[in-house]
């Protein structure tokens, strides 16, 4: 049970560091000249970057934020009640809450994730063509992660 345990916490860690870089890094779409996240452009050629695309995008890019921030806040208030509830359960009680907001966190990452994927023709019609950057893909990876933690938590009983 410990080793499972330790599995767990380990994994719910893991989980989180994916949504911080996701939501943090630079990276969510790539060109040979700039790379573009859902707060900033940043230019190779300069040292500077920019947030004209943010207001030039409107509504929908700063969905994508509230949806990345709501998932990392889902994820490290999921984190914090698991632990409380491994002290406060019964034996043979399920850790609701903690697989609730780890599945609120998935469901706000896939949302994000979607939204960009949705509107990536709108988002970069005006730059040269490019690619999705490894941010993009962390999301995704995050949200598979936070998908099967959540269920995780849902399924597993406290034992003794």
């Known amino acids: 049970m410990l080793v499972l345990l330790g599995f767990i916490l380990v994994f719910h860690v893991a989980t989180a560091a994916l949504l911080f870089i996701a939501t943090i890094d630079n990276a969510w779409w790539k060109t040979d000249a700039a790379n573009t996240d859902i ?42 009640a698991f632990v409380i509830q491994l002290f406060q359960l019964q034996k043979g009680q399920r850790f609701f809450i903690a697989g609730t907001l780890q599945l609120l966190s998935s469901l706000s990452v896939m949302i994000a994730a979607s939204i960009y994927t949705s ?24 949200f598979a992660f936070t998908l099967i933690s959540g269920v995780m938590y849902m399924v597993l009983r406290k034992r003794k």
């Not at 900033?40 to 207001?55: A, G, I, L, R």
């Not at 994508?64 to 914090?80: D, G, R, Y």
């Not at 509107?119 to 995050?142: C, D, K, R």
């Open 39 to 80: 707060w900033q452009t940043c230019y190779f050629n300069k040292s500077d970057c920019d947030d004209s695309h943010v207001e030039s995008y409107g509504d929908c890019i700063k969905a994508i934020q509230a949806m990345m921030c709501l998932s990392v806040i889902f994820c490290c208030i999921s984190f914090i």
């Open 119 to 142: 509107q990536e023709a709108n988002f970069h019609s005006t730059m040269v063509p490019g690619n999705y950057g490894y941010s993009y893909i962390l999301a995704w990876i995050a």
